[in-house]
Structures are given as C-alpha cells and as structure tokens.
C-alpha cells in the first residue's frame, strides 16, 4: 500500500465515521411513557404520551420495563384495536428494548401478558412524512393578502427534498473524489 492508498484509505474512513456519527445525533430517543415506563401501574395514558411527541425516521423508542411482568409485541393495526396477540409482527422481551423507527406511518405495540392491552398497556407510534419542514403549525391557508415572492415561482409548499439530500451529496461527492484519487 503505497503513500496516496493510505490517504485514501484514511479519508474514506474518516467519511464514514463523520456520516455514522451525524445519523446517530440526528435520531432522538423517545422512553415510552416517559419515567413511568411501560407499564399497568398508574394508568398511564400512552395514546397522550405518543401526541405530545414528534416521532421522525431514525428515532429510538426505547421500552423499559420488568421482562418477569411485561413485554412488548409489534402488531398490525386491527391486532392492535383487539388486543389480539396470536400473530405478532416483531416480539421483543429484554425489559430494555430500543426500537429504532425506519418506516414512516403506524407503529403499533402492545404488551401481549393477557388483560395489560386491554388495560390500556399499548402505544402507536406514528411517524409523519412532513414534519417540521414547516415550523408553524398554523392551519391557516389563507391567512394574509401577502405578495407572491418572485424568488418562488412554483408552488411553496413542495418543500420535501431537501430535507435529507445535500449531506448524501455531499458525502457520494466526497466518496467519487477519494475513489477517483485512489484510481
Ligand atoms: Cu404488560
């Protein structure tokens, strides 16, 4: 391995680490019922837990709770609305379980230990495609006689692609200039 392979070797390495660790920092962590955990005790409301949280891609949802009294099953929304266990998407019973959200839409969990769903021991979690491109929540479409910016000709509200391009760009740029050095 000559002077110029090691560089690029080094560089390439350097691109992934720096690209794992701002995907890492980007995802928030979201403990489920926040310090109450996942649980029957206290009657705590997860429908309202999940409304007051913003869920996006790449968010940890973290369960906590005893593996001897709980555990924490995927299923589909009707298993969801019925508490039906008999054929879960995904089972996990660890008593600490980070689920890491890479889909958008609903997410349905449920503790399968007869009578805690139906008790109320079970959490969506929806993750909505246009989140918080648009700060303001706002439900005013018609809000003041503002000109139209000449800066936008076409619609304002297509804001979607840019949210996560420009670092993959940058990162293939960064990737096609050291393979292209190497080579
Ligand atoms: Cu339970």
Redo the contacts with the bound molecule.
């Keep these: 391995m000559d002077h110029k392979d090691m560089v690029g070797a080094v560089l390439f390495m350097t691109i992934v680490v720096c690209g794992s660790v701002v995907e890492i920092a980007s995802g928030a962590v979201h403990t489920v019922g926040d310090s109450a955990g996942w649980t029957?005790i206290g009657n705590v409301d997860y429908k309202n837990w999940a409304a007051t949280k913003t869920f996006k891609l790449g968010d940890t949802i973290v369960f906590t709770y005893n593996k001897q009294?709980?555990n924490v099953m995927q299923v589909t929304h009707a298993d969801y609305r019925s508490c039906n266990i008999s054929a879960p998407i995904a089972t996990h019973s660890t008593g600490n379980d980070s689920i890491i959200i890479k889909t958008y839409g609903h997410h349905f969990y449920l503790?399968a230990?007869p009578g805690?769903c139906q008790a109320g021991?079970k959490v969506d979690i929806n993750v909505q495609r246009l989140v918080s491109s648009t700060s303001a929540p706002t439900p005013s479409p018609i809000a003041l006689p503002s000109s139209p910016s000449p800066s936008a000709p076409t619609s304002s509200t297509s804001n979607k692609p840019n949210s996560a391009t420009p670092l993959s760009l940058i990162k293939l740029g960064l990737l096609v200039a050291v393979f292209g050095g190497i080579v």
């Design positions: 029957t009294f709980h503790c230990v805690h021991q």
